[in-house]
């Protein structure tokens, strides 16, 4: 059995760490003042000692997607956060996300540093989300856009598509035909959007518990990502050692979940005869020889773990969640469903949509536009950093904080829109509004980002969303289950921005 410590060693220990901890909390305030004073950096509210904004965000009542509204109001349209060692400038107007994103846009399109967590999953920062820019990034990113989000690729993979949107709607029906006409249209659409991407990236035709057991593993592994109190105050680091633990056994499940995959991928290109039914092309097919600036050889086998991994978590809850807050839209006003029928019905006719009818629907595609206008999947863009000390707005932005957009106040800005607050795809049509979602040409609404780090998914997005959205509408007429209260446009973040009250519909088949 150990012996306990003698008591005055333990005095000398407690009394050193005090000394010392309070020397750095010293040094690290005369050094925010000193920076403080020599940077110029956008309002904000006052801060206390080491954790800054921390504990008046974490304590505010209200979560930080709903707090950015008064602050704004307080602070104006840029404001700085101290959030314990980060520093947050949160940017909320289109004239700033214009300069930002368009006008010094190669000065703001880096990354900041990731947690040690994120590191992990990263493979430090071997991603297109999270490499800084560069070269690297450059690379990757260019391979993800023409390895499979071109718009050739994407028309390659039509039939995967249709044969998804089959089960899609087939999972539907069992699910309605079993409840009594209801169904949970969030977990449907999440699952049809995850098998669509996983059979992109491996190419290979998977079973439904595979799907499932997978994608609750790339759950644990966001979950496990997600921001703690320890990546805002790092001297709480020791106090997570269990967590860290914790990180290394779930990034072990996920490097043995897709590695399994990328061999069986790897077996097929050896001999196709192995699954007749395999894919022609997949996303991991152009990894794994790629050339990457700067670097001698190809994609280790933990790092085409990461870029698979990246491409699939990517679109899933992104797009999925946009179908539950399409859907709630569609239910909430009767004669959106009405005009969306009325235009399957004269374009397309009794054949199931595909997505190249989806050129011709105007008010589908008003519908969409409207949707991402309302409802961004994500309020915040991913973060964005500074390559050099630069200005935006007049004030100081130095390399090392995070840059914010923040994407809601943007697209409901009233001197750009008429009654921003109201849901109405017509304001496309017959109001004569106008929006380019890309932000190239003006920045009014910005669902996918805008400038050098936009969104590469936007096309893939915007056709996955239309076509759910068409194939839902044709396949059944939507209601709200009775057994639920008035619909509730709340929204909360779960990833991303999710309803607060789960959408449980009643459908009936046309
Ligand atoms: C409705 C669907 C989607 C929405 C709303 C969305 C939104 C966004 C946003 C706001 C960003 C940040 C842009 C910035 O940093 O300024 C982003 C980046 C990104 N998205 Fe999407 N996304 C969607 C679908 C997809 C899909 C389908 C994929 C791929 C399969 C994808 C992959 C990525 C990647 C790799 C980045 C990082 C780009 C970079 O840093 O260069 N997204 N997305």
Known sequence: MAAAPAPDLDLWFTASAFLVLSFLVLVMLAYNRRRGRALRLPPGPPGWPLVGNLFQ???????????????????????????????LIVVTSPELAHEALIEKGQLFASRPAETTIRCVFSCNKFTVNSAVYGPEWRSLRRNMVSGMLSASRLREFRPARTSAMDRFVERLRAEAEANGGAVWVLRNARFAVFAILLSMTFGVQLDEDSIVRIDEMMKRVLLTISPRMDDYLPFLRPLYAKHQKKVLEIRKEQVETVVALINRRRAILKDPTLEPNAAPFSYLDSLLDLKVEGRDSAPTETQLVTLCSEFINGGTDTTSTAIEWAMARIIDDPSIQAKLYEEIVAEVGDRPVDDRDIEKMRYLQAFVKELLRKHPPTYFSLTHAAVEPAKLGGYDIPPDANLELFLPTIAEDPRLWSSPLEFNPDRFITGGESADITGSAGIRMIPFGAGRRICPGLAMGTTHISLMVARMVQAFEWQLHPSEPKLDFMDKVEFTIVMNRRLLAFVEPR
């Open 57 to 87: 965000v974490a304590f505010a009542g209200k979560p930080m997607i709903h707090l950015v509204r008064d602050l704004r109001l307080r602070y104006g349209p840029i404001f700085t956060l101290r959030m314990g060692a980060r520093t």
